[in-house]
């Protein structure tokens, strides 16, 4: 297909409604873990399955050793809430393996379960993301969204790190080239490649080899031919058809193997070579493709030697089709060094150019593929070569630098109470109370930190000073003035309801590209790049007891009275809700509802 621009098609309603049923096939209600079953009864039978409770998704560390991800699978979260039931037949699969002394009672409840009670407040798919920030918030009655843990951090860990992976790509290879994604042979399972094939478009690919995506959701589709094709034949007498009309309306049948046995003896005689070492078989697929597909002729030219075969049969060919008035594409390149062989062959193109005045031919396309990594793609821009359409595969849908994002799913809420876990690990202890979520941008319009509050405080304000701490780390409290102000949560799905418009894979991908060139050069880095920073907001008087009181003494009386529902008087002079303590040797700032 044509690797140039692509062969797209916008997703016809046949497709959208397939859409909507892959996501119930892919993501049945039962395709969870079997704890959250067995909490979800032990709620109900203590009857707090109905308390109102808030959990928050989100990632503890950037991927790839960046400072950024891509927030992903917003989409397909919508179109599972609202499809979640259970049916009949999974809830006898569920009584034959929850203890048999489960209350029969809890299958009835069950059976009339769904998620009209829920609501969801997210960040906007596509908008970048960093690492503490709670992307979603997911509210409802305790046992329901329980059970929706594991299903939502499915469908938004590798959809986020697949398209944050892509996008890293789309920086090493620069805005040139075009990148062809072909790892669904390479992927975790059919809905592993789906998934990357469609998130990869949103990360900023421009083509799928994966069929199947291009019909759900749209994606450009490209596919040429495999080494297999150029093996399967040995000589010119398997061509067949041999003849080819000629694209200006030439009724005539050209005999297509005579006509470019005259061109590569053209070619080799311009070249200085033997034609001895020419490979027939190669040349009879060749042939035979460019008669199958005279628009899109773009064969793989190094099943055997690119210099001494491929590339002189895919020049006979290629100017065989331009003399009937064709427009060949190009060739591909698999094996070895993709920048070397991509001058030689971009050279003799010119060579044929000039030599037999067709301007076409020095712009023909050069596609590499052969195990391109994101190193072997920066690479690319440090070296000569003449590569236009890269092809990844295994590094791209695989993530091989990381195998999961690490996104979390943590309670932070019951009954309008705030909850906190307290861990050995202090990167694992958690954040209580319902959150808002600030973007705050420079001058430049570039954003430099985001700020989390309490939803009830009031927003931060555009040219006023807030004073703020880190997330994590032990750098100190500051001030900082933005200039611009963002709020980042949206209300996208209630009472049954999805309440924001859905957007396509193609609108997706353009706020994806939107988002990422609002970054700061240092933060876009691929290697060493500058940390964002994620802070909490506080206040001077919380300052001023950190100092008086210190730190340990603070995290001691939190530990103790919060855990135990009290509040230290010491603290009800402060009316805001944060606090300073300091947990093995680190310094975190814990909101707290007092």
């Known amino acids: 297909m044509n690797l140039g621009k692509g062969n797209m098609a916008a997703p016809s309603s046949q497709s959208c409604t397939a859409l909507e049923r892959s996501i119930r096939e892919r993501v049945p209600t039962l395709l969870t873990d079997l704890y959250q079953f067995t909490m979800a009864y032990a709620y109900w039978r203590s009857g707090r399955h109905n308390e109102p409770a808030v959990f928050e998704l989100f990632f503890r560390d950037n991927p790839f050793g960046g400072s ?54 997210s960040v906007p798919e596509g908008m970048v993301v960093f690492a503490r920030v709670p992307l979603m918030e997911v509210s409802g009655p305790l046992a329901v969204v329980q059970l929706l843990e594991t299903s939502l951090l499915c469908l938004v860990n590798y959809a986020s790190l697949v398209c944050s992976n892509a996008a890293r790509f789309r920086l090493a290879a620069g805005s040139r080239r075009k990148l062809l994604e072909m790892g669904l042979r390479r992927a975790q399972g059919p809905d592993g490649g789906l998934t990357a094939s469609r998130y990869t478009y949103v ?30 034949f040995s000589s010119l007498e398997e061509v067949w058809p041999q003849t080819l009309v000629a694209a200006n309306g030439d009724h005539d049948n050209i005999d297509l193997i005579s006509l470019t046995k005259g061109w590569l003896g053209r070619v080799c005689e311009l070249l200085g070579v033997e034609s001895g070492k020419i490979h027939e078989g190669e040349l009879a697929a060749f042939l035979s493709y460019a008669i199958a597909y005279p628009h899109n002729f773009l064969p793989v030219i190094d099943s055997y030697s690119v210099t001494c075969s491929g590339l002189l049969n895919f020049c006979a060919v290629a100017l065989s089709l331009f003399e009937l008035d064709y427009s060949p594409l190009g060739v591909r390149l698999d094996s070895g060094d993709l920048c070397r062989q991509s001058v030689e062959v971009r050279h003799v193109f010119r060579l044929c150019s000039e030599q037999f ?22 690479e690319l821009n440090k070296k000569e070569n003449e590569i236009d359409v890269v092809g990844v595969g295994t590094h791209l849908v695989t993530c091989t630098r990381q195998p999961s994002l690490g996104c979390v799913y943590k309670l932070v809420e019951v009954r309008g109470s705030p909850r906190m876990k307290f861990s050995e690990d202090p990167e694992k202890s958690t954040v209580p109370g319902r959150k808002a979520v600030y973007r705050m941008l420079d001058t430049e319009g ?80 691929l290697q060493e790049p500058d940390s964002y920073i994620v802070s909490f907001k506080v206040c001077l008087l919380c300052g001023d007891m950190e100092q008086r009181r210190g730190l340990d003494s603070l995290w001691y009386w939190i530990e103790r009275h919060l855990t135990l529902g009290h509040s230290h008087p010491a603290f009800r002079q402060c009316k805001c809700t944060h606090l300073y303590t300091h947990t093995y040797a680190r310094t975190h700032l814990y909101t707290v509802r007092h």
């Open 68 to 121: 950024f991800s891509l927030f992903s699978g917003m989409h397909d979260c919508l179109l599972f809430l609202r499809s979640f039931r259970f049916t009949d037949e999974d809830v006898e699969y569920l009584r034959s393996v929850l203890p048999p002394a489960t209350d029969p009672a809890f299958f009835l409840f069950l059976r009339e379960l769904d998620c009209s009670g829920v609501t969801l407040h």
């Open 203 to 232: 990360g900023g690919f421009d083509m799928t080899s994966n069929v199947q995506a291009g019909f759900l959701f749209g994606i450009p589709v490209a596919g040429t031919m495999a080494h297999s094709y150029v093996t399967s």
């Open 357 to 378: 005045s067709i301007p076409a031919f020095q712009s023909l396309l050069i596609v590499g593929t052969n195990n391109i990594s994101e190193y072997s793609m920066a």
């Open 446 to 525: 570039h954003p430099f930190l985001d700020l989390l509050c309490l939803c009830e405080e009031p927003a931060p304000k555009a040219c006023v000073a807030v004073r703020c701490h880190p997330v994590v780390g032990n750098k100190t409290c500051q001030s900082i003035t933005p200039s611009q102000v963002s709020c980042l949560r949206l209300e996208v799905y209630t009472k049954g309801q999805i309440t924001h418009p859905l957007c396509s894979t193609a609108e997706t991908r353009e706020k994806v590209q939107s988002s990422i060139q609002t970054l700061h050069p240092r933060h876009k880095r």
